[in-house]
């Protein structure tokens, strides 16, 4: 396992001879190097020098990463479409992407500054979605060996030393974002001609999640600074994927929280509550003081209902005639405005809040009434997502929503992809791991079974949680963004009961509990 040895440069601005010069001095002393990235603006209004090495007269001594303009005086040098070569050895990456060496290193890349539309010299949301889809999609995502922005994170001093001026001031959003999701072990940046090597941060969050590798970040000066600041970088790195996991996630000393917080969403008015017995909107405001309450991640016990529980099966508000199937602790009752016929909740009858605070009794009723289901909805040829919402809700509703078989394949790529369109970043739990050991009790939380995974999203106090998210994310599988509100989707009583009839009547020799 040979360690590739890599150059990392700030802004050229067209100084190619120069930065070659260095680069061979440094060669001289260390030995030759494998790659040479370039973060920054590598050329300037003016690069005469760069058509010495198209023509051939001089030439890269090694392989050179190099990312594209920020200034549009710079762009027409870079029309060449997304990547190629700008000369012999010199190697404009493209607009946006991940490129994979020869030797497995992972190099994932964004150009530009950040704006709200993108073009040549800027980069936008979709842009960063883009990586980020194509990344986290992946089977056992752990992160990337190396990414290069021009543009600095937004807050990247949080836990460690200051800068001269707050990163916020010339950082972007889009690229914390795209830091945390994608987990690079080194992040270089430049344009702002400062050096600046912060501690490594954690990928992980202690005691929740089991250990990830560290990244490194370091910001670079510009090349021809007159103030003699670091402007080029050497390390060595083997790629992740050749590292054993010990290896990869020894945590080094002086390791800091990781920098960057969940982005704010805009304050907007509060979105329609989820179906289920009743609009949770009618009664939000005698009961908002309870529910806050047991939202608060601070909350360290089950808490009991102060109101009359609208899913306490022994209720006098809960719609009986929604009920079709009731077991030892857990009862199935049809979806109030549900996305089909078959949409049906798995509640507790007692008063439990989450699965994560639930007993042993009631997780195995509600395991027993998941494989029935699963068994009544293949002989109709249909798959089923399971989600739980343990948010603004006081009683545990586990939704079970079938769709086609042929959806089943691409029900993880759209729940992601909704996850970074909402900011709502998802997790994926390991194969043996457990909901309870990554989320408190009393802490709230989104959770989603698709597609034989499991994810989960931690709600962060003051987030602004899309109350929708579950069914808005199935409702884009389904290509059916009309019924989103569930009370698009509403019946009459009769239709209810006719509804509940017919799936008692079908589901009756699949009923673990009859």
């Keep these: 396992m040979t360690a590739l040895k890599i150059l990392c440069c700030g802004d050229v601005e067209g100084s190619l001879s120069q930065l070659f010069d260095k680069v061979q001095n440094v060669m001289k002393k260390a030995g030759n190097f494998d790659l040479l990235f370039c973060v920054g603006d590598f050329l300037s209004a003016d690069s005469e020098q760069l058509a ?20 549009q005086e710079c762009a027409h040098y870079y029309d060449i479409g997304d990547g190629g070569e700008l000369a012999e050895n010199i190697v404009f990456l493209g607009k946006s992407g991940v490129y994979a060496t020869r030797e497995g290193l992972r190099i994932a890349y964004l150009s530009g500054v950040e704006s709200e539309t993108s073009d040549a010299c800027h980069f936008s949301r979709a842009d960063v979605d883009a990586i980020q889809v194509a990344l986290m999609n992946e089977r056992n995502f752990q992160g990337v060996d190396v990414l290069l922005t021009s543009q600095w994170p937004a807050g990247i001093e949080q836990h460690a030393a200051p800068l001269p001026v707050s990163s916020d001031s010339f950082g972007s959003k889009l690229v914390s974002e795209l830091a945390k999701n994608i987990k690079p072990r080194y992040h270089f940046v430049g344009l702002q001609d400062i050096h600046y090597e912060r501690l490594p941060y954690r990928n992980h969050v202690v005691l929740a999640e089991r250990d990830k590798h560290v990244t490194r970040f370091i910001g670079l000066a510009t090349l ?140 195995d009723d509600i395991i027993l009434y998941k494989k029935a289901l699963e068994r009544y909805f293949r002989q109709k040829n249909l798959g089923m997502i399971c989600f739980e919402r343990n948010f603004r809700s006081p009683h545990l509703q586990y939704q079970v929503v079938p769709i086609d078989e042929p959806y089943e394949t691409s029900v993880k790529d759209v729940f992601l992809e909704e996850s970074f369109r909402e900011r709502v970043p998802l997790s994926e739990i390991p194969t043996n791991g457990e909901l309870r050991q990554i989320v408190p009790i009393g802490v709230p939380y989104f959770y989603a079974e698709l597609a034989g995974a499991r994810f989960v999203h931690r709600i962060a106090k003051g987030e602004n949680f899309p109350l929708q998210f579950g069914r808005q994310a199935v409702c884009t599988l389904l290509n059916t963004p009309e019924k989103i509100d569930w009370r698009a989707c509403a019946l009459s009583k009769e239709e209810e009961l006719e509804w509940a009839k017919s799936f008692r009547a079908n589901f009756k020799k699949f009923d673990p509990f009859l």
């Design 52 to 71: 010495l090495y198209q023509k051939g007269e001089k030439k890269a001594p090694l392989t050179t990463f190099v990312l594209g303009p920020t200034k």
């Design 224 to 363: 021809n600074n007159k103030a003699k600041k670091k402007h080029l970088y050497a390390f060595n790195v083997v790629p992740m994927k050749l590292m054993s996991p010990p290896d990869l996630n020894s945590q080094p000393d002086g390791v800091t929280e990781c920098p960057y917080v969940p982005a704010e969403k805009p304050a907007g008015k509060e979105e329609a509550s989820s179906q289920f017995f009743y609009d949770m909107s009618a009664a939000a405001a005698e009961k908002r003081k309870g529910e806050a309450e047991m939202d608060a991640p601070d909350a360290k016990k089950q808490q009991q209902p102060r109101t009359p529980c609208w899913f306490c099966l022994a209720s006098p508000e809960v719609e009986k005639h929604l009920v079709v199937s009731v077991g030892n602790q857990c009862y199935l009752a049809l979806a109030k405005g549900g996305l089909s016929p078959d949409h049906v909740l798995i509640l507790p009858i007692s008063h439990v809040q989450s699965l994560v605070s639930c007993n042993k009794e009631v997780a």
